[in-house]
């Protein structure tokens, strides 16, 4: 696409741009507030997606993620403490529930480790990780 072509298309553009705020106010994330609508925006997009790849709405969580992403790398701290206790801190910082990790952990084997009953392994400490957007020697 040439420059010429594109700036033809600037109301085009405009008029796409404004009905989608309308639906889904996608923007910087400037504060707590926006990253916590842009969090609810991704989860329910992921949802909605269900593991689909070919949806056009994939890009558009693509583009939620790195925004989040860009936010937690800037925003986001993990204390210094036991790796249950991380966990903890991540949950309730992202509004995360156990269950919303299910593609990492079992809600049962979460509980287990939040209560000190489970360590985390390996492979979920890296799952953890990069769920979080954080080094995997927090988790173990």
Known sequence: MNADRLSGQFPDIIEAWAALQHVALIKPIRNEN??????????????HLNGEEDSPLT????????????????????????????LR???????????????????TVVSDILAGRRAISKNVAKALAARFHADVSVFL
């Open 34 to 47: 926006d990253y916590q609508t842009m969090l609810l925006l991704s989860k329910e997009l992921s949802t």
């Open 59 to 86: 890009d558009l969580l693509g583009v939620i993620a790195a925004l989040v992403a860009s936010w937690e790398a800037r925003n986001v701290t993990v204390p210094k403490a036991e790796p249950r206790e991380v």
């Open 89 to 107: 801190h991540l949950l309730e910082t992202h509004g995360l529930k156990q269950k919303d990790l299910a593609g990492i952990a079992s809600p």
